[in-house]
């Protein structure tokens, strides 16, 4: 009774931590300190799983355990800030997929009793296998091991069928009188190809509301797995990781105005590019860039995967430190789904020294843009595209953008004159108050620092 008591307990305890850690993480400034809440509660509801009564496997059990924590630490040590959404993919799948193996294995005892039990076990199976291939999808997209987009031939009647299908033998294992293994293992395989043949067509553009859905499932699975082994800790953490997960990808949904479902069934790659531009773009060199941010009065830098790409922050906090050392009003845009991830230029300009004060989000610096006197956009595309407020054929029509366009002068770096990562022309590139200066955004960059040091003595 003793040992039941302090289990239960462990796990409260566990619980409240998670839920402390996910609050510390909504914000930057303790965003540090809530991920050491939650791996103080992850360790005690590790440690307080040995405690329980007939439990076996410990060897088994350390060897796992020891094995994927040392696979982590050396992955999080060398995993480069640009690679930074791949292994979130890759750590989403992994969670989708231990979900799956437990009710793999609760299905293998076939010890499970009770109508409801076989369903929460079958829905969590469904969810995390899923889950699982749909990340390592995503991630072999991001790490560029996989084509961007690859939509088959009637992709969407193929995904009802797949679904439909899964969800039969589904329902299957929920009223069959006795487990059949044959019947799991298609199942399993269904739901797998399901997760798959749903990720391939969707390209880099989507991607981070992708990964935030994924994070969601994951999440319901492991609470549903959590229900069918009787750990409160589990339903728990997979309750408060799936609730999270739901509102962060309404939200970046909501971000690009479009419907979870057409990101899912209509991906952007698919959708068309709009009207044509017109217009030329029209070059500035690195001396003319930096005359016009070193006598300015107000900029604003907007960040995108092109400086994550370039591994560029650094050079850019560098920059903005030289322009306000010259009296200049510096400020930074983000787009809600700016990058390949949620919140992933933040984490860069973060790991830069960017000081929170000076990042704002789109709703907190949209109506500065027409007081700035300098639109720095590197690396960025669709979330500067004006053609979301007037071209009813692009696909990221009624999308809200940066209002990049609005200030005085515009510059734009720019590997290459191509499209972006999603395949759409930008009109902005061809406004007249734009330049673009081609080349890395940290050769770029390091250019401009040059001559606004040489303005500056």
Do not use: C
Request: glycine letters at 12%; a neutral charge; aromatic letters at 8%.
């Amino acid at each position: 009774m003793a040992i039941k008591w302090l289990i239960d307990a462990s796990y409260f305890v566990a619980a409240v931590l998670f839920i402390l850690g996910l609050k510390g993480m909504s914000s930057p400034v303790s965003a540090r300190k809530g991920i050491v809440w939650a791996g103080v509660g992850m360790v005690l509801a590790t440690v307080v799983t040995f405690l329980t009564p007939g439990m076996g496997n410990y060897l088994l059990m350390i060897i796992a355990i020891g094995l994927g924590g040392a696979l982590a630490w050396i992955s999080g040590k060398k995993v480069a800030m640009t690679d930074m959404p791949q292994m979130v993919a890759i750590y989403n799948g992994m969670g989708g997929g231990a979900a799956a193996a437990i009710a793999a294995v609760e299905f293998a005892r076939g010890e499970m009793h009770g109508t409801v039990v076989t369903l929460l076990a079958t829905l969590g199976a469904l969810i995390g296998a899923v889950s699982f291939s749909g990340s390592v999808v995503a991630w072999a997209k991001l790490q560029g091991v996989m084509k961007n987009a690859f939509r088959l031939p009637a992709q969407n009647a193929v995904n009802i069928v797949l679904a439909l299908a899964t969800i039969g033998l589904g329902i299957a294992l929920v009223i069959a009188p006795a487990i059949d293994p044959m019947l799991v293992v298609a199942f399993f395989v269904l739901a797998l190809i399901l997760g798959t043949i749903i990720t391939l067509p969707i390209g880099g553009a989507d991607m981070p509301v992708v990964i935030s859905l994924f994070n969601a499932f994951t999440g319901l699975a492991v609470g549903f797995e959590g229900f069918v082994m009787g750990i409160p800790a589990l339903i728990i953490a997979g309750i408060v990781v799936g609730a999270a997960g739901t509102l962060l990808t309404q939200l970046m949904a909501k971000a690009m105005n479009r419907p979870i479902s057409n990101i899912l069934f209509v991906p952007m790659a698919a959708a068309g590019g709009g009207e044509a531009v017109e217009g030329e773009q029209k070059e500035v060199g690195a001396m003319d860039a930096a005359a016009m941010m070193r006598y300015a009065s107000k900029v604003i830098i907007v960040p995108g995967y092109g400086m994550a790409v370039a591994g560029a922050q650094h050079k850019v906090w560098e920059m903005t430190e030289l322009l306000e050392e010259a009296g200049v009003e510096v400020s930074f845009a983000i787009h809600p789904v700016a990058g390949r991830m949620p919140g992933h230029m933040n984490v860069l300009l973060a790991e830069a020294g960017v000081p929170y004060e000076k990042i704002f989000d789109l709703e907190e610096i949209n109506a500065d843009f027409a007081q700035a006197d300098v639109a720095l956009v590197i690396g960025a595309n669709d979330v500067v595209n004006p053609s979301a407020r007037t071209d009813k054929s692009s696909p990221i029509y009624g999308m809200p953008i940066l209002n990049a366009d609005m200030a005085q002068n515009v510059i734009v770096v720019k590997r290459g004159k191509g499209t972006g990562y999603s395949g759409i022309e930008n009109a902005l590139f061809y406004k007249d108050n734009t330049r673009l200066l081609y080349g890395s955004a940290q050769q770029a960059v390091a250019e401009v620092i040059q001559h606004v040091k040489a303005m500056s003595v």
